[in-house]
């Protein structure tokens, strides 16, 4: 056991063997709906407590907090065992509290304009390491609830097969979310969406698409080269036809090379059969990707001429650029400052910090018509 989070209930059960039964519900409730440390359990008897405080430790330790947007926007950098450390993201709107989490330390992908790509993989997080995530994030947004979570921070959830979808599955049963309100953002492992289509979850699903051309997407996403664009619509009509869900298609546009015509043609060919939803991202700055993001006018252009083709397009809000808290900033610190790229990364995301004015949250906007 890392966190207190991988517990199950028949778990806890076992390690309170031998005290009254009650005390099992009263910890329970403690973490799940009180979201309290063991130390804060004041109503446990001393000594079970100091009991507890042991066996119930967190997994994750805070080594970094920095807020931008006037606080709405909150990242932690939290240390695992081991050493790894990974990004948390919390974003407090008018209407809705959403924390965007990691589920591996890195990503093995390498995506070309990710920032968590560029900088390697180290490993998988536990269900427990992504569950406290969304506790401490949950803790931190009060007297607000927490009401979204989004698998967009660092790595790629589906690599990480397991622990998502228990990960899922423990948000909507112990903490009450609805599973519409939790996002699982994929670069395209087709047979691992065809398997989460079949878990029975409601969950809302976002594919970062970015290119609708083989060429251009295995240039930007090397795992195209593995699941082609035509692989993954079978995947994602699978997708619809299981859940009757409607896909979020995520596309940064990249000054140059997917905000053209003829990227415009080639996406609305992909999104109208799925009758999916295009959320448009200005491609943040990242160390090691130098092409830059559309201009603004560039990116307007670009969702009016979705509208005129008949697909449904959001630009997205803009959050925490200023603090590398926007999608595909993250980045692993301890791996950056190892890595091959670690005299660039560090050099440059002080650079993109100053970048002026905001970046994308780190979550789809809702296709219309869905309830939030
Ligand atoms: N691995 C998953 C989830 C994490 S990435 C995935 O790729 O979907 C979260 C989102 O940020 C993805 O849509 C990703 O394509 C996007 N992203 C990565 N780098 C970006 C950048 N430099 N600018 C804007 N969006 C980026
Ligand atoms: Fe990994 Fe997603 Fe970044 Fe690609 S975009 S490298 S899949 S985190």
Redesign the pocket.
Request: hydrophobic share 40%.
């Given at each position: 056991m890392t966190s207190p989070y991988d517990l199950t209930r028949e778990d806890l059960d076992e390690l309170l063997d031998g005290e009254p039964r009650y005390r099992a519900d009263q910890v329970w409730r403690g973490l799940w709906e009180e979201n309290r440390p063991v130390a804060a359990m004041t109503t446990l008897p001393r000594a079970l407590r100091q009991r507890l405080d042991g066996a119930l430790a967190p997994a994750l330790r805070a080594v970094n907090e920095v807020t931008s947007d006037r606080g709405a926007t909150r990242k932690w950098v939290f240390e695992l065992a081991g050493g790894a450390t990974v990004e948390t993201v919390l974003m407090t709107y008018d209407d809705r509290v959403t924390v965007c989490v990691s589920s591996?330390a890195g990503?093995?992908?390498?995506?070309t304009?990710?920032?968590?790509?560029?900088a390697g993989f180290t490993r998988s997080l536990g269900v427990g390491e992504v569950l406290e995530q969304v506790m401490v994030a949950a803790r931190a947004a009060a007297p607000r609830r927490l009401s979204n979570v989004v698998f967009?921070?660092?790595?790629?959830p589906l690599?990480n097969y397991a622990v998502t979808v228990e990960a899922l599955r423990r948000l909507h049963e112990h903490r009450g979310l609805s599973a519409r309100h939790l996002t699982v953002?994929?670069?395209g492992v087709a047979p691992a969406i065809e398997r989460l289509a079949d878990e029975g979850l409601a969950v809302t699903l976002a594919l970062?698409l970015h290119a609708a051309n083989d060429d251009t997407r295995s240039e930007l996403?090397p795992?195209n080269r593995r699941y082609p664009l035509a692989r993954l619509a079978t995947a994602l009509a699978y997708w619809s036809e299981r859940t009757s869900r409607r896909i979020s298609l995520e596309w940064a546009l990249i000054d140059g090379v997917n905000d053209t015509e003829q990227s415009l043609d080639e996406l609305a060919t992909f999104a109208t059969p799925l009758r999916a939803h295009v959320n448009l991202i200005p491609l943040n700055p990242t160390p090691g990707y130098l092409t830059r993001g559309s201009p603004p006018a560039r990116v307007a252009a670009f969702r009016e001429g979705l509208e005129v083709r008949g697909v449904n397009a959001t630009v997205r809000r803009t959050r925490g650029r200023s603090i590398d808290a926007a999608?595909?900033q993250?980045v692993n610190v301890t791996n950056a400052r190892r890595g091959r790229l670690g005299a660039r990364v560090a050099v440059d995301v002080r650079v993109a910090a100053r970048v002026p004015g905001g970046a994308p949250e780190s979550e789809p906007s809702p296709p219309r018509g869905t309830a939030r």
């Open positions: 591996q990503c093995a992908m390498g995506c304009f990710c920032a968590t790509g560029q967009m921070g660092m790595g790629e690599a953002s994929t670069v970062s996403v795992l999608c595909g993250l």
